[in-house]
């Protein structure tokens, strides 16, 4: 049993002084009950709180710790390049060679600029994708999660789909306006949308895996049927690559899928753990960015050397590790098997999706394609299970609304302890 009174204590203090007491609104634990933990160190396949407990990692900070925590290469590129600058300013050879990474490594990616966050990548996508275009509106899908810009700050509802509303205050109308929602994996909807609006729409933007209303999957025949929609229109595909980009395969679901889109954007993975994101695509469109074109964008800290070098580290280490891949998706598969198992054991029958390593269990017994359908799971029983998990030293995304990410420190014995705590916390949710 985990007891966690300083990070209760720090939590109560945390509050004083920072909004809701985190600096990201999921860190806190309001949707499952409880105190967010506070962690002091992370090490391979786990992490350490104020209070001396133990999880083993299912986020990895979100994504970005695809071989667990402090990787030696990556902690040694850091801090090697410590010593010759924190910031620059000035242009360094390293981002020539982390540019030339990426555009080896994601099929879509000609010219790439670098960026602090994937929030900014998909900002300055899609003004890029406007300033190219000449239009205005663009087209998002109810339940991706494109970082927190004011575009994609819009709530799908009937009302919503011809006319944005924004989800936020602080989103004008004005700028809900020019963001156009449909549910994800609905082609038709798009097609309604593109003829409500003819000439109008610069850019249509997705998660090509969704990984932000859980884990959702692009039905066959969606992603290339967007690509198909952006040829006929002249409109901007860009893939929002923040979480599956390094992750699903070296060239993010791109390469999976087998669909190549104009733009994409970067995040998570790419910094190895320091506050990186990209956008790319292709030649003619990236160069409409400033100071080759027209299209405003900078950064004081953008390309930091000591990102660089982080980001450098574990791209090359994936790069030139491809089997991490079937590592990764065999590790995964065991899991999400041997939780259906337990499933069938306890005579319960919830919704898994998994694609590579990431997989999302959610709490409803419908098969969950899009927001809607994930939206029916339970939260409440969802809050249970995330408790009765970290009681047991599990650590999850505090959120049915989250994917849950596997890294190549996760053994077959953490599965198996993974497992057993599963089969018991589900065991405890019901009553
Ligand atoms: N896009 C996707 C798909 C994401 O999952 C996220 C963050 O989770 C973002 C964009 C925003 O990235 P950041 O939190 O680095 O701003």
Redesign the pocket.
């Known amino acids: 049993m985990k007891i966690a009174p300083i990070s209760n204590e720090l939590f109560e203090r945390a509050q004083h002084s920072i909004p809701g007491g985190v600096n990201s609104p999921v860190r806190a634990f309001r949707a499952v009950g409880g105190n967010p933990r506070f962690m002091v160190s992370a090490k391979g396949p786990y992490m350490f709180d104020e209070d001396g407990n133990q999880y083993i990692e299912f986020i990895n900070s ?1 994504g970005p710790m695809i071989l667990g925590h402090a990787p030696e290469m990556v902690q040694q590129a850091v801090q090697e390049a410590i010593p010759n600058s924190l910031s620059f300013g000035a242009p360094t050879r390293k981002e020539i060679e982390i540019a030339e990474l990426i555009i080896s490594m994601v099929p879509s990616v000609e010219k790439v600029r670098m960026v602090n ?3 900014e990548a ?1 900002m300055s996508a899609i003004r890029v994708a406007r300033g190219y275009t000449g239009r205005s509106k663009i087209i998002k899908f109810e339940g991706c ?3 927190h810009g004011d575009s994609f700050l819009i709530a799908a509802g009937s009302g919503a789909i011809t006319l944005g509303v924004p989800d936020s205050p602080g989103v004008t109308k004005g700028v809900a306006l020019d963001t156009l929602t449909a549910p994800y994996n609905n082609l038709e909807a798009v097609k309604a949308l593109l003829n409500a609006n003819p000439g109008e729409v610069a850019a249509i933007i997705l ?1 090509p895996v969704a ?2 209303m859980g884990l959702v999957l692009p039905k066959p025949e969606f992603l290339q049927g967007l690509r198909q929609l952006c040829d006929q229109d002249g409109i901007v595909l860009i893939f ?1 690559e ?2 599956t980009g390094f992750r699903l395969a070296p060239g993010g679901a791109q390469e999976l899928y087998g669909v190549t889109p104009d733009m994409t ?1 970067l ?2 993975i790419i910094g190895g753990g320091m506050p990186v ?1 990209a956008y790319g695509g292709k030649k003619e469109i990236m160069d409409y960015v400033a100071p080759a074109g027209p299209v405003y964008q900078a950064g004081t800290l953008s390309g930091n050397p000591i990102a660089m070098s982080a980001g450098m580290a574990m791209l090359q280490h994936l790069h030139s590790n491809p089997s991490i891949y079937n590592q990764l998706e065999s590790t995964t598969t065991t899991i999400v098997e041997g939780m259906k198992e337990n499933m069938q054991k306890l005579g319960l029958n919830y919704s898994i999706n998994q694609v590579g390593s990431m997989f999302s269990i959610f709490f409803t017994e419908q098969p969950v394609t899009d927001f809607e359908s994930a939206k029916t799971s339970d939260t409440a029983l969802f809050g249970r299970y995330f408790n009765a998990m970290l009681q047991r030293g599990i650590y999850l995304a505090p959120s049915q609304y989250e994917a849950l990410f596997v890294s190549t420190a996760i053994t077959d014995e953490l599965v198996s302890k993974y497992l057993q705590a599963n089969f018991e916390a589900l065991q405890e949710a019901q009553q």
């Open positions: 979100w966050s994937g929030t998909t999660y494109h970082g998660e990984g932000n929002d923040v979480m954007t995040g998570k994101g």
